[in-house]
């Protein structure tokens, strides 16, 4: 991990244990307003460094096993590594690497995809020791909700403190709602859904006296470079936004109150911004302490103001800690080179993956038209209005390449066209003004032109392979495994990802079943305790399903009703001539023999033979009804076992260590 006089040190999810006492926490806050007083005293007198432009990366990881699921392995691998690089995340199953910043010229492009590979190599290879692999991707496929339980987070307290005070800021549960293609909506009780995130974070320096205009055009130009970079579509195999990470990550760590939002106007933490800045970077420090609580604060003991009137340096590490828990995408971050202090932009929403040279590719695309915009329109907040810039954000999240933008002079236009005919170029320009080697930004950006030709980003790629692999008569979770097994193989090649193969099919074998989360039916058809039998027996052949659980209106199981017991039911009533005012409730099975998602696949086999039942609802955490198992399902992935093993054919873990 970087140290403390890196520009690319990082500032994200908690760094120090919590305050343990209002005493505490009344120091910390001084010591913040302190930082903050003096960071404004460093810009005005000029002392923020501005002789030298620098870049600095931050890289996240998944680790997964190998069925292509999240491993929980980070503290073994970083035991394993001894690397100063390395660094744990939220959950287990994560890393995050800090590359070493390095001077805005030359040959910077090539040195960042050397240092990058290196970091993912050096990964591999610990990862390989535990039968292991990482990949790169903005939510890795395979993720399921057991892996967002607090089972799989890192256990150190910084980790539990940053979850125990948001949640109980949230005072209720985290609810998440995504429409995309697909729907998502569920309910959750921690913020460990922020786990299932990785970025590539990119940091640029810049001078005190030139952060307003860059940091306004970071903000300017984010709508279009994001759509050129998405890379997220998928979240528990739903096709979502083309970069789901936009909205999972606000509203998986949203600690505001239902209350607070209904009757307030206040922003999440995580988010693009309100406003152009207008003074300095002061000003984004200045309304991050005002609108938000310090969630880990605990103070060091420094006294800024006092360190700057003897002519040294200040930390600012009160200020930095609160910095590290408000998730701007574009957030303005404060650190000391050789002993000089600096400020820099870090840019937080392009994702992991597809591939290293992807990554460097989005950050030549990002740094150039930082610098290009800026030579070319000078402070644009007198040119749009913020709101529109924000929009565009949004809109590149959710349709990716295919999104419209509202740009300057008041036209609309498609990503496509804007990235093509303007703003490619103009990144080109910047790249070249600041001495970047030309055969660097002929080889990223034209890695970036054709992907935009060929509309083909990670996220399209993704989804289209999704739709291949979901022609197969898989469960979700075997085709999410087939997808990941898929981007890792491709990822070793060192192809960007608009040259990348579709799947003709998963290559399943069946391996990927441990638990019955993995197999389970999730598309359930259920009927309600007082209905008549007769929508349970249409239900059953309109569906062609033996099984339909009958639910409350909480969604509790309270029964379950079989293909044989509603025919003997409907037989006898058809003998004895009775009119059909039977309901559900009358003839269902209430003695239902049930699972948990977490619960062993054999161990449910061996359940359903011994009691001598066709199936077993799984039941969540909260008692609602999750999934059906049933002899259908079991059959499935026993099918692709019985030919391998009848034809002794091997199975093909392709890419795999």
Known sequence: MGGPTTPNEPEGRGTSPAATDDGQHREFTRELLRDLHALERMVLDDQIESDIRRIGAEQELFIVDGDWMPAALSMQLIGDLDDGRFTTELAQYNLEANLEPMAFEGSCLARLEDQLQDVVDTAESAANRHGAAIVLAGILPTLTRRHCSLDFITPTDRYHQLNDTMTRFRRGPYDLRIKGRDEMMLRHDNVMLEACNTSFQVHLQVSGNDFVRRYNVAQLISGPALAAMTNSPLLFDRQLWSETRIALFQQGTDDRSQHLTSVRSCPPRVSFGSRWLERSAVEVFEE?????????????????????????????????????TVYRWNRPCYGISDGKPHLRIECRYIPAGPSVVDEVANAALWLGLIH???????????????????????????????????????????????????????????????????????????????????????????????????????????????????????????????RWPLPANSGSTGSHVSTVDQIMTTDLFTVRPDELIHLAAHVMDWKHVRHVPVEDDDQQLVGLISHRLLLRVLAHQATAGESCTTRARDIMTTDVVSVRPGTPTLDAINLMRERGISCVPVIGDEGELVGIVTERDIARIATPLIRDFLTKKPRDNAGHP
């Open 288 to 324: 991050d302490i005002a609108r938000f609580r310090t969630i880990i604060g605990q103070g060091r003991g420094e006294n800024a103001i006092a360190e700057l009137a003897a002519g040294r340096v200040p930390k600012l590490l009160a200020l930095r800690q609160h910095n590290g």
């Open 372 to 498: 290009g915009a800026t030579e070319k329109f000078g402070d644009p907040a007198r040119l749009m209005p913020f709101g529109v810039v924000r929009s565009n954000f949004l809109s590149a999240a959710r349709s990716g390449l295919a999104a419209q933008f509202f740009w300057l002079g008041g036209k609309q236009i498609t990503a496509q066209e804007l990235l093509l005919q303007e703003l490619i170029p103009l990144a080109r320009a910047g790249l070249r003004s600041t001495g970047c080697d030309s055969l660097d930004i002929d080889r990223y950006l034209g890695i970036i032109e054709e992907r935009v030709t060929a509309r083909c980003t990670g996220a399209h790629w993704l989804t289209r392979a999704h739709d291949a692999l979901s022609d197969d008569d898989e469960a979700p979770i075997a085709r999410a495994a087939g997808l990941v097994r898929m981007v890792h193989s491709q990822q070793q090649t060192g192809e960007p990802v608009h």
